[in-house]
């Protein structure tokens, strides 16, 4: 088996479906954890405070503390204010129970890269990451 370097943070307050995440993308890389929106938003400042940005960002929408359409808006402003284009910054995938249309035009609102409904299957997961550059 093939593994590619991408650091990933994962997003999510719920135990299982952090777990899930980590499972399925331990292959690629390095996985960080944040359970809700403000811890995102803080390992994203530190990791571009570092010059070690995250590739992918898998962000749930539901969370305490701060919600994930909130963590996005922030982590983009972070990376715009590094210069960095949204284009070019790291890939957020929204992984959320939500699929309604509010929440999905709001998340690409926000410049997520992508949006995966959950219960997240391995080869959707893996059909995105190719999508979006960051698997084989």
Do not use: W
């Not at 479906?17 to 993308?25: A, N, P, V």
């Not at 809700?36 to 570092?50: D, F, I, N, S, Y």
């Not at 035009?105 to 997520?112: I, K, V």
């Amino acid at each position: 088996m093939e593994t590619y370097y991408m650091k990933t943070l994962i997003v999510e307050d719920d135990f299982t479906s952090r777990l899930l995440l980590q499972e399925l993308l331990k292959r690629y890389g390095p996985t960080h954890i944040a359970v809700h929106g403000k811890e995102a938003v803080e390992a994203v400042r530190l990791a571009l405070a570092a010059g070690e940005p995250y590739a992918l960002i898998c962000l749930d929408i539901m969370m305490p503390e701060m919600d994930g359409q909130q963590a996005l808006k922030e982590i983009r402003a972070l990376e715009a204010a590094q210069g960095i284009l949204s284009t070019q910054g790291a890939k957020i995938i929204m992984t959320t129970a939500l699929s309604d249309m509010k929440n999905v035009c709001s998340a690409y609102a926000g410049l997520c890269d992508a949006y995966l409904a959950k219960p997240i299957a391995k080869v959707q997961l893996a059909q995105e990451l190719r999508k979006l550059g960051l698997g084989r």
